[in-house]
């Protein structure tokens, strides 16, 4: 895939994140009734996005920093819309095969991806920090 790197550990549980993020999107995609279009073409974009995220993984001179900070508010944006569908569904505007409880999880398995990608993010600036000493 790509050569063994000191960042190489974090590189793989970077991509298993958005893999599951990719597979999270899908599935709201999925369970969406056909009527809410918008929702639809929106995770369609989210899974695409984190798709995109896996394979950009894969280039061996990638700027992991800036990768951080798109995932990041990537990551922001899509717990907003897991938000949304939630709340949606808790007053019944939308239509959605999913229990509240289960969308729930999906944000709270958001906000650990995002507490995990915060702590590589860190991880890279002490790393650069101490590469410049």
Request: aromatic share 8%.
């Amino acid at each position: 895939m790509y050569k063994q790197r000191e960042d190489a550990p974090q590189r793989e549980e970077m991509l298993q994140i958005f893999k599951q993020l990719a597979g999270q999107a899908k599935f709201l995609e999925e369970k969406l009734a056909a009527c809410e279009t918008d929702y639809i073409q929106a995770t369609q974009g989210y899974a695409e996005t984190f798709n995109h995220f896996t394979v950009q993984l894969t280039q061996p001179h990638l700027n992991v920093a800036l990768l951080h900070v798109k995932a990041m508010e990537t990551v922001k944006d899509f717990r907003f819309l897991q938000l949304q569908i939630l709340r949606k569904q808790l007053t019944g505007r939308i239509e959605i095969d999913v229990p509240p409880a289960a969308l729930s999880e999906l944000v709270n398995e958001a906000n650990r991806k995002l507490s995990k990608l915060s702590y590589f993010k860190k991880l890279s600036k002490e790393s650069s920090h101490l590469e410049k000493a």
